[in-house]
């Protein structure tokens, strides 16, 4: 079939599956019984997953083509037009080149899939997102040494319970399985280092974060080490003295060891000897206004006076000013960056040199605060400094010559994917060609709302 004939074979399709929803979400289903509505439901979930099927299909075929290379930047383009992440465009390209045979060059066959047991599966609607979850969970679990046999033996276990029975029936097949190919738990160091993890989740609204993960023998070690530094009676927050009577301590055990993780990393900090990152030495950084820092001044002492908002960090979190002042009170080696709440421009340093000083990427951290493409949600520590106009030898350094643009998006604007220009408010604009400059506003959230109060 040649080209024109599959894409309109593939359109009349999709509008005829999109005029099929339209006229379910039309149709009433009163007064025609649990029973009815239960079919219904079961039906739409086997329609749900034969999408998902065909999703990762489409992602995998425009990740990995097999008429042609991958067009520069395409994931990014993705995860424009889907409205999503990009590492959730990672996460499907990566799922879909273990669901999907591999056709090198039109006319050729196609490769086997790495799990065929659980892309039939999915191909059919028979499982869907948490089944395959609990799979390849169970499957990357296992041990390097392995053989494909035993491999094929694990899928073939897995998918055969995934596809009658939920996705928590799986995870416990899961374990069988591991316990029956490693009884003995047998994992070699490439194993260990293949799963250590760390997750650090999104702040809460009151600030909180989730984090989990899987440490190595040696990060548990350190932990484990700090964690019984701080017992009853030691470095409790907010105390004058490292060690207090132990009686006053009503810490439970698990805050003990938040406490001690603290501890830790704020010593590492404090000692200078975490090199740098970027050409600033590794510490906290963090924004703030001449306006908020006075009014937090004041708020310390005097219960009246409200506190004002959080200070942003480099990372694009809220640091509670309250924080922020007690860290700056033990002398940690922070750096603040502090601007003009009416301008919002931060203050102007010239230099003539082309690369970033330390005090420009502070500058950069305080009027960008990330990525500058607009939607890009990349924070100010995983960004390069990205020069508008363009870098030239010998051309100038200026702080209001240089802004915040993270790996990809960088190199898309200098290989002609974007074009950027300063706007009238001093912050970079980015156009594909396709309309005017805009600006991101995702790392300002006091610009993300209206004005009319909640």
């Known amino acids: 079939m040649d080209s024109v004939s599959v894409r309109e074979q593939a359109s009349a399709a999709l509008d005829a599956v999109e005029a099929a929803y339209a006229v379910l979400a039309d149709t009433s289903t009163d007064g025609v019984g649990a029973q009815f509505r239960m079919e219904m439901a079961v039906r739409l979930e086997a329609v749900a997953r034969r999408h998902l099927s065909l999703s990762y299909r489409m992602v995998g075929e425009i990740c990995d083509p097999s008429d042609g290379p991958a067009r520069r930047g395409v994931k990014a383009r993705l995860a424009r037009e889907l409205r999503v992440n990009r590492s959730e465009v990672d996460r499907r390209a990566r799922l879909a080149a273990r669901l999907r045979g591999r056709r090198v060059g039109l006319g050729a066959e196609v490769t086997e899939p790495e799990l065929p047991r659980l892309a039939k599966a999915v191909r059919e609607g028979l499982v869907g997102e948490s089944h395959i979850s609990e799979v390849c969970k169970a499957l990357d679990a296992l041990p390097r040494w392995v053989s494909p046999v035993q491999k094929k033996w694990a899928e073939r276990q897995l998918v055969q319970h995934a596809v009658v029975q939920d996705p928590a029936f799986v995870a416990v097949v899961g374990k069988a399985v591991n316990d029956r190919i490693n009884p003995d738990g047998v994992f070699d160091e490439r194993d260990r280092q293949a799963q250590r993890d760390l997750r650090l989740g999104p702040q809460g609204p009151d600030g909180m974060s989730k984090i989990s993960g899987r440490l190595t023998p040696e990060a548990r070690a350190y932990v484990e080490a700090v ?189 002609g994917d974007y074009t950027t220009t300063v706007t009238d408010e001093g912050r970079l604009g980015w156009s594909e060609g396709t309309g005017p400059p805009r600006i991101n506003r995702v790392h300002h959230r006091e610009e993300l709302l209206g004005e009319d109060d909640p």
Not at 228 to 253: F, I, N
Not at 394 to 405: L, P, Y
């Open 227 to 415: 964690q019984a530094a701080v017992r009853p009676g030691h470095h409790l927050p907010g105390a004058e003295q490292s060690v207090v009577d132990a009686a006053t301590d009503s810490r439970s055990a698990g805050q003990r060891s938040h406490d001690g993780l603290v501890w830790g990393l704020r010593t590492a900090l404090e000692s200078g000897s975490l090199g740098q990152h970027r050409g600033i030495a590794v510490t906290v950084i963090a924004t703030t206004t001449v306006a908020d820092l006075e009014q937090a001044a004041h708020a310390m002492v005097d219960p009246e006076v409200p506190m004002p908002p959080p200070a942003t960090t480099g990372g694009g979190s809220q640091l509670p000013m309250r924080d922020l002042i007690a860290m700056a009170a033990r002398g940690s080696r922070h750096y603040l960056a502090v601007f003009d709440g009416h301008s919002n421009r931060p203050l102007y340093l010239g230099r003539s040199q082309r690369i970033a000083t330390a005090d420009q990427r502070v500058i950069c951290y305080a009027r960008d605060r990330g990525c500058t493409r607009p939607g890009c949600t990349v924070p100010g520590y995983q960004c390069e400094v990205h020069h508008a106009p363009g870098w030239h030898l010998d051309g100038a350094t200026d702080a209001d010559k240089m802004f915040f643009a993270c790996g990809p998006d960088n190199h898309a604007e200098a290989v």
